[in-house]
Structures are given as structure tokens and as C-alpha cells.
């Protein structure tokens, strides 16, 4: 049964002083816990928790494979040969039903996810898609941790419907939105950046907003241009990585507000029908209500950076009026309300009245870096509930971000106290013990309660396998790395990554060092542009005694990246070893100056000239 029968509302009046005239129909509250720039809302499939993000920009709602057996779906074999496609490319996708499936305190029966992905970040097992978000006009109040599906009754299509900006005359844009149709559901509009027109695509999924590399050459920047940085790789469905930059473009403008100076990354990836994705970093910054009853979308601007939250508070416009402050927003001349103000206080639902709102709006402050009122408000949700563990969580690691690493560890404490299996405070309050170099037996200790708590095939498993390399335990890290590899043959994005580390584990280590080789081997044929793929099999080799094919590796690794100190070190001896001493030391000697203990590390694992 299709997520569109959830037609069940609460009425309430939109106008009050025309209660004859424009009502909306509100669905229950969807509340939304931003993880990072990561949207995530709880549900129940088949009676199990399970997280999602809210992908506005996904046209259905979906499961990554490693979760289908995990939550007791179903896969349909009928139905074959399905593609779904992404900034990555196509990817093939199978569709899988749940018996249950729990959302908006309503329970349904055989649902439907498509099956595609790999990993949707975090302890994700899936996106809420548009089958769920076009049922209805939504609501994206992701400051205030809410995500409202609304259906209008009776409302005009000249009705402005950014209710909550009405009583106070907050300035709101709007702006016309494509029809949607089943197919292709996606809310597209456009924009112009630094004047050139785009077509965007409103994509809480898509992690931070993107233009893609055409668009950003029509305005006038190229990877090449003055200013412009390298932003590092970028994927989603679909296999294939892509490269990104990051620019300063001067001007970014949709409705009435323009984004002066505004940072945005660019890369090398396709979108269907659009040049630019705009992500959650927009979202967090504005509320947004897109009426698909009206094709319009209504959004206000909340104050603080729009795109580069990197920033952790918004500058002020200059006294001028004329100039905004990098990445913030202006918004001079919004159109007035046509119809009364909105009086309803219940209806504003701008503040918190509990302690999971509160917890809601802190994660929100978190995730654009704004941490001193991040802090405030998890600590009134600690206060009203002192028994939840998670919001001594988020408030551990908003004071970590914050730089209280000691104000961070008492709250990962008590979380651990409240809930002695929480994985995820088990694992921030590892991490942060691993970056103060506490006693490795104290580290390790919360890695191993993770180890017997996690799923073998749990994301958590990549980041236990590093902390495990850092507290040089190798054989367990080999362990994790090799429990997460058994279990994702189908992540041709992670796989070779994977299999560097464990390759690397097993050099460092000196064992098992054809297995190191396997491993290698196949991270180098995924990938043979990566420099730390090549300087581990370097180290295999150089462990082996075969020492030309050492420093082959060591060679191209340098090509790619002439600064790893560990492939000059490695070179150097096997020079050395090849009778090649002059030409061995030169290299030893860069090596020790970009790396003053590199000696001393090599040592500690039996390697030296």
C-alpha cells in the first residue's frame, strides 16, 4: 500500500477572522533531529526504531540494502529491472515491502521502499521521499526541528499562505514552482547567480547545496578562477565520485532576497532538469512552505549564514543598508500580506514547549555552528527531562564542538550512565578520549562494549577499526574492517577506502602481508589517482623486500601528493637497501622535515633504514 493514504488531519483555522474562507488541514508533527546537516526523523518499520533522512529530493522513499534483513523487509522479485538515478549516475534498485511501518503516530500496512544506496550517512537506514512530502503542501521548519505536512481547504491560489509571518510582517518571498507530477515529483524553481538564471531544485537530502559545473561557468566561475579552493570528492546514488570546488560568487538571488558573497561549491555532476541543488544549509536558515495546491513556494529568512556555515554567527549588515555581510541575506522590499494577520499563538509554533522541542531546536542551532545557543537549549531539555539520555548527547557534543572537552565528557558520561548500550555516546566519548590521548586502556574499553553492541555490518564498524589504529590494537582494527567488508560487497563507493585501511593495518603491523597485498591491489585497480592507495601497497612491498616495487608505488604516490612523509621514508630505505644511499638519504631528509617524528614512528613499527 502506497505512503499517499495518509490523508488523516487536524483542522485548524489558517485565517480565524475569515473562518469561512482559507483553512488549513495540518497532519500530525514530523519532528526532524539535525545530525550535522543531516535531517533525521525516527520511525518504526516492522515494529524496529529506524532513522531517516528527509529527502525532499528523493522521489520515493527508500532503504539501503544492508538494512532490508535487518528490519525484517520483504524484497518483491517481481519486479525487475528498476534504475534509480543520482548525482553519481544509475544504480540498479529492487523495491521491498514492510509489514508495518510507523510515522505521525499512525501505523501502516504493507509499505513499499525502494531498495538503492549504500549509505545515507550516520545511523540513517533510509530517505522519507516525495511520496510522503507531496501527499500534501509541506512545511520545512528545520530551525525548530518540525516538519509539517499541511492541506489547504478553501485557500485561493492569490492566498498567501507563510502563516506565521503574517502577525508579525515578517518580510517572505515567494516564488512560482514546476508542476509536479509522480514521476518526477521533485519542487523546482529558479534562481540567478551573480545574474545568470538557474533552475534549482529544493533538496533537504542533498547535504549542503550544489551547482553543478556548467552553471557555475554561465556565472562566470570556473575551477580554474582566482579564489577558487578544491572541495573534495562528492557522491550520492549511483557510483560515481565527482570532483568540487568551492567559490565566491557575488550574488545569489531568489524571490526577494539576495545572498551577497555567497560561498557555494560547484562540481562536476549531473542533475536532471536543474542546475543547482539547494540543501539543508538553506533550509536551516530559512522556513520554508511550499504549496503545491498553489504552485508556490513561501519562504522567510531566520537570521544568520544562508550557504557557509562555516561561520558560527552571522555578521550584521553594514550601517549603509546597502551592503550585506558575507553569506547572510537581504531581503529589502518583500511583498505585503494580502489577507489579515494571522493572531492564533498556537498556529506560530515558533518556540518549545517541552523538552524534546527544546532538544530539537538545539540540534538545529548545532548544525549551523551556533553552539552557545545550541548549549542553552539542550540544557533546558536536560533540565525538563534529566532522564533522557540523548539530549546529554547532543548537548556532549555541542560543548565538544564548542571546545568544552571537559564539559563534553560529563555529558557523554551521563548518557552512558542513563543507557550503558549507547553506541553513539560509547563512540563520541572514545573519540574524544583518542584526540586528548588518554590511556589507551580507557579508549579501549568503551571500543569494545561498541564491538559487542553494533551490528557486524554497522557503519560504526569503519570508525571503531580507526580508533582501534590508534590505540595501535591492528589485529582488532583488521577485525572491524574486515566484519564491515564481508558485509557490503555492493559499496563501490567506501570499498576501496576500506580495504586501504585494512591493507594499511596489516603493513604497519607486519603480518599478514600478502592479504595486506590483496587488499591493496584492489584499492589501487578502484582508484589507481589516489596517493594513499599507493603508498600503503609501497609499505607491503617494502616490508616483502621488494624493494623496485617499493619505490614504484612510493614514486606515484609522490606524483599525486609530493608531501607524504611516509612514501619518502619508505623510498629512502628502500633505496638504501638497493645500494642507492646518497639518493636515500635525500629522501630520508625531506621526509624528516615535513615530518619531524616520522624516524621515531617508523621505528616503533620495526621500520628503519
Known amino acids: 500500500m502506497p505512503l499517499s493514504v495518509l490523508l488523516l488531519v487536524l483542522s485548524i483555522p489558517a485565517l480565524p477572522r475569515e473562518p469561512q474562507k482559507c483553512q488549513l488541514g495540518r497532519f500530525p508533527d514530523i519532528p526532524v533531529t539535525m545530525r550535522g546537516l543531516s535531517p533525521l526523523v525516527h520511525a518504526q518499520v516492522n515494529g524496529s526504531d529506524a532513522l531517516f533522512v528527509a529527502d525532499s529530493g528523493a522521489f520515493f522513499s527508500s532503504i539501503q540494502p544492508d538494512a532490508v534483513a535487518a528490519l525484517h523487509l520483504r524484497v518483491d522479485p517481481s519486479i525487475q529491472g528498476l534504475f534509480v538515478e543520482g548525482i553519481g549516475g544509475r544504480e540498479r534498485a529492487q523495491v521491498a515491502r514492510a509489514k508495518t511501518f510507523t510515522l505521525m503516530n499512525k501505523t501502516w500496512e504493507n509499505v513499499d521502499f525502494v531498495v538503492v544506496g549504500s549509505s545515507f550517512g550516520g545511523s540513517a537506514v533510509g530517505l522519507l521521499g516525495q511520496n510522503v512530502f507531496r501527499m500534501a503542501d509541506v512545511e520545512y521548519d528545520l530551525a525548530n526541528g518540525i516538519i509539517r505536512l499541511v492541506q489547504p481547504h478553501d485557500c485561493s491560489k492569490d492566498t498567501p499562505l507563510a502563516y506565521w509571518a503574517a502577525d508579525t510582517h515578517q518580510p517572505y518571498s515567494v516564488v512560482d514552482i514546476e508542476s509536479a507530477t509522480a514521476a518526477y515529483p521533485h519542487t523546482k524553481s529558479v534562481a540567478y547567480l551573480n545574474g545568470a538564471k538557474i533552475h534549482v531544485e529544493f533538496d533537504t537530502g542533498a547535504g549542503t547545496s550544489m551547482l553543478t559545473l556548467a552553471a557555475a561557468k554561465r556565472a562566470g566561475i570556473t575551477p580554474t578562477s582566482e579564489g577558487v579552493t578544491v572541495g573534495g570528492p562528492s557522491w550520492g546514488i549511483g557510483h560515481r565520485i565527482s570532483n568540487t570546488w568551492i567559490a565566491a560568487f557575488d550574488s545569489f538571488k531568489i524571490g526577494d532576497e539576495q545572498i551577497l558573497h555567497a560561498r557555494l561549491r560547484f562540481g562536476d555532476i549531473s542533475l536532471s532538469g536543474a542546475d543547482m541543488l539547494i540543501g539543508p544549509d538553506f533550509f536551516l536558515s530559512h522556513r520554508v512552505y511550499v504549496a503545491s495546491s498553489q504552485r508556490k513556494l513561501y519562504f522567510t529568512y531566520n537570521g544568520g549564514p544562508v550557504f557557509d556555515l562555516r561561520r558560527t554567527a552571522a555578521a550584521e549588515a553594514s550601517d549603509s543598508g546597502t551592503e550585506a555581510a558575507p553569506g547572510t541575506a537581504k531581503n529589502p522590499e518583500a511583498p505585503a500580506a494580502t489577507e489579515p494577520a494571522h493572531t492564533d499563538a498556537n498556529a506560530r509554533l515558533d518556540e518549545p514547549t517541552d523538552a524534546a522541542g527544546f532538544a530539537r531546536r538545539g540540534a538545529a542551532f548545532a548544525a549551523r555552528q551556533d553552539y552557545a545557543a545550541a548549549?542553552?537549549?539542550?540544557?533546558?531539555?536536560?533540565?525538563?527531562?534529566?532522564?533522557?539520555?540523548?539530549?546529554?548527547?547532543?548537548?556532549?557534543?555541542?560543548?565538544?564542538?564548542?571546545?568544552?572537552?571537559?564539559?563534553?565528557?560529563?555529558?557523554?558520561?551521563?548518557?552512558?550512565?542513563?543507557?550503558?548500550?549507547?553506541?553513539?555516546?560509547?563512540?563520541?566519548?572514545a573519540t574524544l578520549r583518542a584526540r586528548r590521548h588518554d590511556p589507551a586502556e580507557t579508549i579501549s574499553a568503551d571500543l569494545d562494549a561498541?564491538?559487542?553492541?553494533?551490528?557486524?555490518?554497522?557503519?560504526?564498524?569503519l570508525a571503531l577499526g580507526s580508533l582501534y589504529m590508534g590505540t595501535r590494537n591492528y589485529p582488532a582494527a583488521i577485525v572491524q574492517y574486515g566484519r564491515w567488508i564481508d558485509s557490503h560487497d555492493g559499496d563501490f563507493i567506501r570499498m576501496p577506502q576500506?580495504?586501504?585501511?585494512?591493507?594499511?593495518?596489516?603493513?604497519?603491523?607486519?603480518?599478514?602481508?600478502?592479504?595486506?597485498?590483496?587488499?591493496?591491489?584492489?584499492?589501487?585497480?578502484?582508484?589507481?589517482?589516489?596517493?594513499?592507495?599507493?603508498?600503503?601497497?609501497?609499505?607491503?612491498?617494502?616490508?616483502?623486500?621488494?624493494?623496485?616495487?617499493?619505490?614504484?608505488?612510493?614514486?606515484?604516490?609522490?606524483?599525486?601528493?609530493?608531501?607524504?612523509?611516509?612514501?619518502?621514508?619508505?623510498?629512502?630505505?628502500?633505496?638504501?637497501?638497493?645500494?642507492?644511499?646518497?639518493?636515500?638519504?635525500?629522501?630520508?631528509?625531506?621526509?624528516?622535515?615535513l615530518a619531524p617524528k616520522i624516524a621515531a614512528e617508523a621505528a616503533s613499527h620495526g621500520i628503519a633504514p
Open 498 to 593: 576500506v580495504r586501504n585501511a585494512r591493507c594499511w593495518a596489516r603493513a604497519l603491523a607486519g603480518i599478514e602481508l600478502d592479504r595486506a597485498l590483496d587488499d591493496c591491489n584492489a584499492a589501487v585497480r578502484a582508484n589507481s589517482k589516489n596517493a594513499a592507495f599507493h603508498d600503503s601497497r609501497g609499505l607491503v612491498y617494502l616490508r616483502q623486500g621488494h624493494y623496485d616495487k617499493a619505490i614504484a608505488d612510493y614514486d606515484a604516490a609522490l606524483v599525486l601528493d609530493p608531501k607524504i612523509a611516509w612514501s619518502l621514508y619508505g623510498r629512502g630505505i628502500a633505496k638504501q637497501r638497493l645500494g642507492q644511499g646518497a639518493a636515500g638519504r635525500v629522501d630520508l631528509a625531506a621526509a624528516t622535515a
Open 450 to 461: 561498541i564491538d559487542r553492541l553494533a551490528p557486524k555490518e554497522a557503519a560504526v564498524r
Open 375 to 429: 548549549i542553552r537549549d539542550l540544557t533546558r531539555a536536560c533540565e525538563l527531562a534529566p532522564t533522557e539520555p540523548s539530549f546529554f548527547y547532543e548537548r556532549g557534543m555541542a560543548r565538544w564542538h564548542d571546545r568544552q572537552a571537559d564539559l563534553a565528557l560529563a555529558d557523554f558520561d551521563q548518557a552512558i550512565k542513563l543507557k550503558p548500550d549507547y553506541v553513539d555516546a560509547l563512540m563520541s566519548r
